[in-house]
C-alpha cells in the first residue's frame, strides 16, 4: 500500500513529500495516524488521530480547479456504511485542516455542480429514520478561499 505522495501544494515549483505515517496496530487493530508534508528539507506534521485502519484508509492528491492549489484528502471507511474524508492545504509553512465530513451512503465524489470550473464536494447522506432511498440527500461543500463551506442548493 502506497501512502505517499508527491506534488507541489504551494505553487513555489519544488514538490513536497506527503505521507501518511501510522503508528503500531493495537489489539484490535487500529492505528493513530499523522499526516507529514516534507518541503525544502522542513518537516511538517499533524496528528490526526486514532481509530485508522490503515488497510481502509487512502492519501490522495485534489485538485479542484485550475487556478486553486491542489489539497491533500485522507478518506478513511468505517464499516459498509460509512466514508469519513479530511482535507488538508499546506501553504509553505503549516498544514491546514479545511475540510472535516463524512457520508453514509457512503459516496464522496468530487462535482463542478454549478459549471464554474471548480469542482465541489459531495457528501451522499441517507435518511437511515426514513426511507434510505429515497431520502436521501447530498451535503455539498464549495472552496471559499479559505476552506470548504457548506453550501444550499
Ligand atoms: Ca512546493
Ligand atoms: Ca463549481
Redesign the pocket.
Known amino acids: 500500500m502506497l501512502f505517499s505522495k508527491s506534488m507541489d501544494l504551494d505553487g513555489d515549483k519544488n514538490p513536497e513529500q506527503i505521507s501518511l505515517i501510522f503508528s503500531d496496530k493495537d489489539e484490535i487493530g487500529n492505528c493513530r495516524a499523522s499526516l507529514e508534508v516534507v518541503s525544502k528539507n522542513k518537516s511538517f506534521s499533524e496528528y490526526l488521530g486514532d481509530w485508522f485502519y490503515p488497510d481502509f484508509t487512502r492519501l490522495d492528491i485534489l485538485t479542484i480547479g485550475q487556478n486553486i492549489k491542489p489539497f491533500i484528502v485522507v478518506d478513511s471507511a468505517g464499516g459498509a456504511h460509512s466514508e469519513s474524508r479530511r482535507v488538508y492545504s499546506f501553504k509553505g509553512n503549516e498544514i491546514i485542516e479545511v475540510l472535516s465530513t463524512y457520508s453514509d451512503a457512503p459516496s464522496i465524489t468530487e462535482v463542478?455542480?454549478?459549471?464554474?470550473?471548480?469542482?465541489?464536494i459531495v457528501c451522499k447522506m441517507r435518511n437511515y429514520d426514513k426511507d434510505p432511498i429515497a431520502d436521501s440527500y447530498e451535503k455539498i461543500y464549495?472552496w471559499n478561499g479559505e476552506r470548504f463551506a457548506e453550501i444550499k442548493r
Do not use: Y
Not at 454549478?114 to 465541489?120: I, L, Y
Open positions: 463542478d455542480l454549478d459549471n464554474d470550473g471548480t469542482k465541489e464549495k
